[in-house]
């Protein structure tokens, strides 16, 4: 639907013109439909069998009856060189040496980055919101997106976007 893939750039230029943190842009953004949508969401029934994770078959299900899909995310994001201890280490330095950890997503990862994905995010759902499309911020598409290649992004969720009588990613089982 050429109005889905219009809304959704306009969700992307959103996301990338959200405030962030001292004006450090580690924001990255992608949109996703046709063939790239449906393995997305058979990747995200995979994973969760794989993983023994629940609900990434009903989210999944979801993103198959989607017209798109944004992704939002964080790749390579530095600390925000505030020493605020949010992360859980007392100074920045501790957590850029910190252990890295890679497995739905990779971290740790400054907080203030996560308040700037967050914002991120709002704006672009703010957005489809005003043109009437629904939609929906899901986790397990970030990570299933992230499992099977399809981005290199540290942290990533997708939004599902749909133009029906009704809302289906909500009212779920």
Not at 108 to 132: E, W
């Amino acid at each position: 639907m050429p109005s889905i893939m219009q809304v959704a750039g306009m969700m992307e230029l959103a996301a990338r013109t959200a405030p962030k943190t001292k004006g450090e842009d580690y924001v990255v953004t992608m949109t996703v439909s046709g063939e790239r949508l449906v393995e997305l969401s058979r990747a995200m029934v995979s994973f969760g069998q794989k993983k023994d994770k629940p609900n990434f078959d009903r989210d999944g299900g979801n993103v198959a009856k989607s017209d798109a899909l944004v992704l939002i995310g964080l790749k390579g994001a530095a600390t925000a060189g505030l020493d605020c201890g949010a992360c859980g280490f007392m100074t920045c330095a501790e957590l850029k040496d910190a252990r890295k950890v890679d497995s739905e997503f990779a971290g740790p990862i400054c907080a203030y980055r996560h308040i700037d994905l967050g914002i991120a995010l709002g704006s672009a759902v703010k957005t489809a919101q005003m043109f009437n499309v629904d939609n929906r911020i899901m986790y397990r598409a970030g990570a299933a997106a992230r499992w099977m290649g399809l981005v290199d992004w540290d942290l990533v969720l997708g939004i599902p976007l749909s133009a029906t009588g009704k809302n289906p990613f909500f009212d779920r089982r």
